[in-house]
């Protein structure tokens, strides 16, 4: 069984992904089982915290929770990065959250919350 792994996870090869959430409890499991998966993860809890992280190349991926931001926020973050860094990749994490049980990942809850505003801010952010 050369190659195969005892885990069953795939190999990823080396990424590294900014991750920014202002919510401490949800950055953490989000790092947590990104780094399960072998990625390196600078965590961030705010945009000026993100910016000082930054650097052109140094991440596969950056990760914006953009729900707790306003959406001008998120988007003039992402215009600065991408004039700067056109090939950067950006993932908008726009939830609502997925809440893990202490069974997780066997078992997983989520919540569904609905908004008009919350719908313009997603089609907002797709469209960038």
């Not at 069984?1 to 996870?9: D, E, V």
Request: hydrophobic share 40%; glycine share 6%.
């Amino acid at each position: 069984m050369l190659g195969q792994s005892s885990n069953l996870r795939p190999d990823l090869g080396h990424k590294t992904v900014l991750l920014i959430d202002r919510c401490e409890a949800t950055r953490e499991v989000r790092a947590a089982v990104l780094r399960s998966h072998g990625i390196e993860v600078h965590a961030a809890a705010d945009l000026c915290g993100a910016r000082f992280l930054w650097r052109p190349n140094a991440y596969s991926w950056i990760f914006l929770d953009v729900r707790r931001h306003l959406p001008g926020e998120a988007l003039e973050f992402y215009d600065q990065i991408r004039d700067a860094s056109p090939s950067q990749r950006f993932a908008f994490l726009v939830g609502p959250p997925v809440y893990l049980t202490r069974n997780w990942p066997e078992e997983v809850k989520a919540t569904d919350e609905k908004s008009q505003q919350w719908g313009e801010t997603v089609r907002f952010l797709a469209a960038a």
